[in-house]
Structure formats: C-alpha cells, structure tokens
C-alpha cells in the first residue's frame, strides 16, 4: 500500500516535476544542437539522429543527478535502458499525435494539439520507465537476524 504512503505520493510529485523540468531543458538543448548540427551538416536527418543523443544523454545526467539519484545499475546500463525507453516514447508520441492528425479531422488543423497530446503521453510513459526501470533502487538484502527470525537458512540441505 505504497500509494497511498503520504511521503511516497510528496516523492513521486517532486520526481515528476523534476523530470518534467529535466526534460524541458533537454529541449531547448536539443534544439540547439539541432541547429548546430544542421549548419554542420545540412542534413536534416542526421542532425535529428545526433540530436536525439544529446538530449537523450543531457537528460539522463540530470535525472541521475537530481530527479532520481544514483540508480543501483552500472551508468552504462542505465543509459542504454534510458535511451530505449526515451525512444519508445518517441515511438508512442509519433503513434498518437499521427492517429489523431489521419484519424480526427480537427487535428488537421490543429496540428500542434496533436503533437502536445503525444507528447503529454510520452513523458508520462518515459516517467514511469525511468522511475520503475531504470533508476529503480534494489531492496537491501535482508539483514542476517532478520533472515533467522524467517527462518532462512542457508547452506543447509
């Protein structure tokens, strides 16, 4: 039970906000480098590719450092969970933000609710991965008083 934890729910807003900040300033990183790679290459894809690794890295190291702490993964294999989820949420903003853009016609003209839409469930979907998943702190292995008082016995056949 938790959810219904009162310092629990305080914890998950002040993640989610923090996450939310993290990953508003990975925006505007983004977009710089967008531009920079852009006048670096002219090619608007690559540039997209690159970019998405910037933000992707600037946003796991300040989730790392502020939204969640230290993880009890190595950083490596944290940052590779980071970037899948990262872009399965890319994934999942494409997927809705296109289905209502082809299959509602107001969003043909209203483009940018589509895409604020998408996004919306993306960074709910990318939240949850990076809090249940990817900073997810192991339990402390149970104490050995403990482990005698459940009568875990070791060694013994």
């Known amino acids: 039970m938790r959810f ?5 729910s305080r914890q998950w807003h002040r993640q989610f906000i923090c996450f939310a900040a993290v990953g ?12 920079l790679f852009m006048w670096l290459t002219g090619q608007f ?7 998405f690794f910037v933000a ?5 190291a300040w989730n790392w450092r502020l939204t969640f702490g230290k993880g009890s993964k190595p950083i490596l294999v944290a940052w590779f969970e980071f970037a899948a989820g990262c872009f399965g949420g ?10 209502l853009y082809h299959g509602m016609g107001y ?5 940018n609710q589509a895409a604020l839409i998408g996004t919306g469930a993306a960074v709910l979907i990318n939240f949850l991965w990076a809090r249940q998943v990817v900073f997810r702190r192991q339990a402390p292995a149970p104490s050995v008083e403990r482990q005698a008082s459940e ?4 060694g013994t056949t």
């Open 4 to 8: 219904l934890n009162p310092h629990h």
């Open 24 to 35: 508003t300033s990975g925006l505007g990183v983004g977009l710089a480098f967008l531009n």
């Open 45 to 51: 894809l690559l540039s997209n590719v690159l970019t």
């Open 56 to 60: 992707v890295t600037w946003n796991f």
């Open 90 to 99: 890319a994934l999942l903003n494409w997927a809705v933000a296109g289905s």
């Open 107 to 111: 969003f043909t003209k209203h483009y």
């Open 151 to 154: 009568g875990i016995v070791h």
